[in-house]
């Protein structure tokens, strides 16, 4: 990709201010280790603890604290000397509070070394200042606007954790809510003309209501579509493959669709949204009678693409149909105390089909939907019989054990009877 | 009978086989008829039920299938596909149960009867013999389908055993097969099930049945006082055969309904690697012992508590078979007094610890 001026621009400045901070950085991890090896003096937290001035949502917690990085790790000076002229002089290494232009570098001091990094952890990526230049934000940060985001805005100051723990601001489930705080600042946003309404329509899509109310890690959050460090919108043409990183079989089989060939504009958002994507289901597809169907925002009834849609909407469900019927007599089965593990087998094996053939449709393809109908049916069929045997063997047990009760109670009778005639015979000889 | 007696068959018989005592037994045995006459029929519904086990239990042998990949498979085989598979197993599995139960109420009819004194003490000894061989068939045969409970019940019923001083960690690897339960233990469980303990059974329920018909029913010592005029007796054949025979088929109807009416649930199929279900609890006629563990605190003065419950209730046991010769007191009817708190205080025991550990 050709660089733009800007790009080489971002680039000699980092490179510039890396520089001009190397050596402080330098004495700064020096000190750093010092504290950690002496652990035992911290004039910084001392003195702005009795103070009371230490850092907003400061946490003994954070990441470099844990790893022996104390405040001089990042902001210079002379943590074992109580003079506070001397510990945040010049001379000590004082850096203090950093521009907020220049955070990027300032922690690019250390984060964009992997000889430094590697010392803590041997796979980790230098490459998050590189990266953030090439976002919206670094670019507009690059450009002298101080409203965007920057590495302290997402990672918080003073409490910063790895993105694995739950208490991280860049948690799985924290990450919402850290884009919301400027995303869904109505004010803020209005002044870049985008919407300010993302956070909500997640919060009641299938991605956020199985992250935020479920606790799904799993399910995509805002950084898994835009990207971590170099966050951007996606443009059409990628949304797709954003989208198959985790629906695969579906992007595979709609890039190689008449759909995709046909139009470019189509990809996933055209019928799924993207913030708000719900729960797809079946109606989407009922062009006959369903006005609300999605594929009738571009078909008319009738046309040729609704009735492949239609098409698709009636093999679906025909198996759906006969797969509820089959629980409901698994259902049967199970109460009433009889073998069920091979009709479960069945019907597991037709939920497969159906979620297979709710994958096909991706590919606009009814012959291959119909084909996978086929089967599916084939199946819950076998699935319902296999429960009507199971049914009707629960009523010949009962049966038979009545008829087995009815010849062992004549059995008993005849015993009983004979014990009477014995007693009698017995009364009477005496 | 007679006529049988008379007929060519027997006499051909009775040329080779000297059937003179055959024919006295049956001609003359008698059973007095009183007040605690029920406890009589206690012995044979268990014989009954022992005989169905082994004749279920050998339909079972023709499909069942011991291994780690088989076992359970073998028996979702048997309930599923097999014909009538279904009823065999859980016959099989509710008469066992019946069997303990019916075992248990034999034995304490006849401690609180006391017919287990003198001349009939080895009776008693072979009794509670094969009411231990009958839980020991529990045991090993829980094991057999290798569903997810039978495999945690076993663990922790097989460490109990470990806890013995000296050589319960021996026993324990014994029956294991090895340090774990695991698809030798199975090999081994069934092999007990199925060969070992049937064949201990069959010498020691022969000795049982032959002290019976040898020294006739006992007669408690209210009935033996009684004037010889008013003592009332009824003829071992056919009058108590027939009234055996009435109560096997009202049990046989009852381990029917409960067969087909309250199946036994496979369950899920034992995974080594998966941690412990909830509610492990071995089989009902074990939760006292079981129960009573759990109860002991860790260390009891210098003991480990388990390892102290475990030897208590082996010195009870041993004590409870040695009963008939076991003298508190010199005077008989003092003695038979304490015997009589003691077999009360461990009715009340047995009851109490199994009611509270299927409530907690």
């Known amino acids: 990709m050709k660089k733009t001026y800007q790009t080489h621009f971002n680039e000699l400045r980092v490179t510039v201010v890396s520089i001009i901070l190397l050596p402080f950085c330098l004495a700064a991890q020096d000190k750093g280790a010092k504290s950690s090896d002496s652990n035992t003096i911290n004039t910084c937290v001392e003195c702005h603890e009795t103070l009371e001035m230490m850092p907003e949502g400061y946490s003994a917690g954070d990441i470099h604290q844990k790893s022996g990085i104390s405040c001089s790790g990042c902001h210079g000076g002379d943590p074992t000397n109580y003079d506070k002229d001397e510990s945040m002089s010049k001379k000590a290494g004082y850096i203090g509070l950093p521009k907020r232009q220049d955070i990027p570098a300032f922690c690019g001091r250390c984060h964009s070394h992997i000889d430094f990094m590697r010392t803590f952890r041997p796979r980790i990526a230098t490459d998050q200042v590189d990266q953030y230049y090439q976002s919206v934000h670094g670019k507009k940060l690059a450009q002298g606007d ?101 629906h695969l079989n579906n992007m ?171 007693n009698e015979l017995v009364k009477n000889s005496r | 009978m007679s006529s049988f007696f008379d007929s060519k068959v027997f006499n051909w018989l009775d040329e080779r086989l000297d059937l003179a005592p055959v024919k006295e037994l049956v001609n003359h045995k008698k059973v007095p008829v009183h007040h605690h006459t029920v406890w009589y029929y ?25 291994g780690e990949n088989s076992a359970y498979e073998s028996l979702q085989f048997i309930t599923s596909k097999v014909y009538f598979g279904w009823l065999i197993r859980n016959v099989h599995a509710w008469s066992a149960n019946l069997m303990v139960f019916f075992a248990f109420i034999h034995m304490f009819s006849v401690f609180f009867t006391r017919a287990y004194k003198k001349p009939r003490e080895l009776t008693w000894v072979t009794g509670f013999l094969l009411l231990v061989l009958a839980m020991g068939f529990g045991f090993s045969g829980y094991l057999l389908p290798w569903n997810e409970l039978a495999f945690f019940a076993t663990k922790v019923g097989t460490d109990i055993a470990g806890v013995v001083p000296f050589i319960g960690e021996k026993i324990k690897i014994i029956l294991r097969g090895g340090d774990d339960v695991t698809g030798a233990t199975l090999s081994r469980f069934f092999g007990i099930h199925v060969a070992i303990l049937p064949a ?161």
């Open chain 1, 146 to 246: 101080k409203n965007v985001a920057e590495c302290a805005s997402c990672h918080s100051s003073h409490a910063i954790m790895p993105a694995d723990d739950p208490r991280s601001t860049t948690h799985a489930l924290n990450i919402p809510k850290t884009c919301k705080q400027c995303h869904s600042n109505g004010k803020l946003m209005d002044q870049y003309g985008i919407p300010h309404d993302q956070y909500d329509k997640y919060a009641a899509s299938v991605h956020g209501k199985a992250l935020l109310e479920k606790k799904d890690t799993g399910v995509a959050t805002c950084n898994d579509c835009h990207g971590n460090h170099a966050a951007t919108p996606p443009d059409a043409e990628s949304v797709s493959n954003i989208c198959g990183t985790c």
């Open chain 2, 42 to 66: 206690m012995g044979g519904v268990t014989l009954f039920l022992f005989l169905i086990q082994v004749f279920s239990g050998i339909l079972l042998l023709m499909y069942y299938r011991p």
């Open chain 2, 200 to 360: 201990i059974t069959t010498i020691i329920l022969g000795i049982h049945l032959l002290f019976v018909l040898r020294q006739g029913m006992s007669e408690p010592e209210v009935f033996e006082e009684l004037p010889e005029k008013k003592k009332k007796y009824i003829h071992f054949f056919p009058d108590f055969v027939l009234r055996d025979a009435l109560l096997w088929l009202n049990v046989l109807i009852v381990v029917l309904a409960l067969a087909v009416f309250f199946p036994w649930d496979l369950g899920l199929k034992a995974d080594p690697l998966a941690s412990a279900p909830v509610g492990i609890r071995p089989e009902w006629y074990f939760m006292f012992m079981f129960q009573s563990l759990k109860f002991l605190p860790p260390h009891i003065l210098f003991f480990e508590g388990e390892t102290l419950g475990v030897l208590f209730f082996g010195a009870v046991g041993a004590l409870w078979m040695l009963i008939p010769f076991v003298k508190f007191r010199k005077e008989a009817v003092s003695n038979a007094k304490i015997l009589t708190y003691f077999g009360l205080g461990s009715l009340i025991f047995i009851l109490g610890m199994t009611i509270f550990g299927y409530l907690v």
């Open chain 1, 252 to 422: 595979n089989l709609f890039k190689s669709s008449q759909m995709a060939a046909d139009f470019d504009i189509h990809s996933c958002q055209e019928c799924h949204g993207n913030h708000d994507i719900q729960k797809p289901t079946d109606q989407m597809l009922n062009t006959a009678s369903n006005e609300e169907a999605i594929c009738l925002e571009c078909h008319t009834a009738g046309d040729e693409g609704a009735s492949t849609a239609n098409t698709m909407y009636q093999d679906i469900q025909g198996v759906d149909s006969l797969y509820a019927l089959a629980k409901t007599k698994l259902t049967a089965s199970k109460t009433s105390g009889m073998n069920f593990s091979e009709i479960d087998y069945q019907i597991q094996q037709t939920r497969q089909n159906l979620i297979q053939m709710r994958t096909l449709i991706h590919s606009f393809d009814t012959s291959q939907v119909n084909a996978k109908s086929v089967e599916g049916i084939k199946i819950a069929r076998e699935a319902i019989h296999l429960a009507d045997l199971e049914i009707q063997e629960y009523h010949n047990r009962r049966w038979g054990f009545g008829v087995s009760v009815i010849a062992l109670v004549i059995l008993a009778l005849a015993v009983y009877l004979k014990i009477r005639e014995r």
